[in-house]
């Protein structure tokens, strides 16, 4: 199965999802947006650019979530829009990219706090890094925790964006492994 019939598939299986979920209780959907920072793995080389420049590798997202529930368990499938900022050998690049994440969650302390994750796709819509052969089509995952208040949510998540989905599972963690961006989210999102 070619790349293109891959990401359609998995389009196809979101939607299915997103359209037969409707029917559960406390079912919503909404607008979400937040700020990410970027970084490509070399966490303290990014926390001196922080100090010295703290706007650096700062972007934002924002999207529409669907979020169905199922007693204490949740889907939550999304479409955002997501704009990086990356430093890569003293040189800015700049990322805008469509994401649609589908997280399974948990409602752990009643629907007050949630934990959830799951993959990611990522299609590139404009990026400097094209002549290096980055690819415009990735997957990746995500996961984090959720406060909800009523229909007001704030979340903070990791994610992480496969290179081929090659995995050295002792290098997840520490950035030397066959990945690309990965960025810490910080979201607010309202339910109607």
């Known amino acids: 199965m070619d790349r293109l019939s891959k990401i359609t598939l998995t389009l196809f299986m979101f939607l299915i999802i997103s359209i037969s979920s409707f029917a559960q209780s406390n079912s919503g959907w909404g607008i979400k947006g937040g700020l990410n920072y970027n970084s490509n ?32 368990l949740f889907v939550r499938p999304e479409i955002i829009y997501t704009q990086l900022n990356s430093e890569i050998n003293a040189i800015q690049f700049r990322t805008e990219r469509l994401d649609v994440p589908l997280l399974v969650g948990l409602n752990v302390l009643g629907p007050v706090i949630s ?63 066959d990945f690309k961006y990965q960025q810490i989210t910080i979201n607010m999102s309202i339910k109607f």
Do not use: C, M
């Open 115 to 177: 934990v959830f994750a799951g993959p990611a796709l990522h299609y590139t819509i404009e990026d400097n890094l094209k002549s290096v052969g980055y690819e415009k089509y990735n997957l990746g995952y995500q996961f984090g925790i959720g406060l909800n208040f009523n229909n007001l949510g704030l979340d903070l998540r990791y994610e992480r964006e496969l290179n081929d989905q090659n995995i050295d599972i002792d290098n997840v963690f520490t950035g030397d492994g």
């Open 41 to 72: 793995g070399k966490y303290f080389r990014d926390a001196e650019l922080v100090l010295s420049d703290p706007l650096n590798n700062w972007g934002y997202n924002l999207g529409l979530f669907g979020k169905f529930e199922a007693g204490p």
